[in-house]
């Protein structure tokens, strides 16, 4: 496994001076909520940097961040991320140069905290080299996360990127095959060589794998079902693809 960085404690932080150093000095902002009604020149430096760094927030009354905090919040209430995140192009290269078969996982807007930590625990356990989401749309890495993770979430690299499809663009001009697991697919994956540098990408549980992406993958592959239930929850079918991954590779 790739040697991990110092992790931090989540960790809510208020106040419109503090929030602009967080933000400046690379603090991974998870939630972001801000009173209705503020100006000031302090806030527009924060409107611009909010901006700049395409952070998601949220207009709130001022009881609720009342609620997050007694301390004087100044109308700006954060919460910060318990982990660091990955760099994608200094991870797959690291992994490369480590003379392993790299195996990622890509999570194309996967929305519940559980299932996102039930991933994280099995991507751990089956050695994933890197899980790569989405900045935007996606799951946090919150204390759900972390329980159900079993503390897997401190110990697997996780990168967060602008676009999955760059993302994917990268991979493949590293020679890593992308496949998705998709029920659209007419293939199984226990036709599909996983054996070979890899990432498979897993869907949101409303939605599954969106068109855009779907159409950029090298494979798709699908698990066969015999029921009358068509789908599984997306972390037992991530399961099941990288066991499969780690059948092949040790065969």
Sequence with gaps: MISLPPME???LIFGIRAI????????????????KGLHGDLFKELMSLIKRNNITFSYVPV??????????????????SPIDFYDLEELVLRTIESGVTPLFLILDQLSDVRNFGAIIRTAEC????????????????????????AGAVFKIPICKVDHIKDAMFYLQGSGIQVIAATEKATDVI?????????????GSEGKGISPSVLKLVD???KLPMHGDIASLNVSVACGVFLYEAIRQRNL
């Design 63 to 80: 009881e609720k961040l009342n609620r997050l905090t007694r301390n004087n919040h100044q109308g700006v209430v954060a919460h910060t």
């Design 219 to 221: 494979k798709q592959a």
């Design 126 to 149: 089956t050695g994933v080299h890197g899980i790569i989401i989405q900045k935007k749309g996606g799951a946090p890495v919150n204390a759900d996360t972390i329980k159900t993770s």
């Design 190 to 202: 226990y036709n599909t060589d996983v054996s070979i540098p890899s990432a498979i990408i897993m």
């Design 20 to 35: 602009i150093e967080a933000i400046s000095s690379g603090k991974t902002i998870d939630k972001l909520f801000i009173q």
């Design 9 to 11: 404690k989540n960790s």
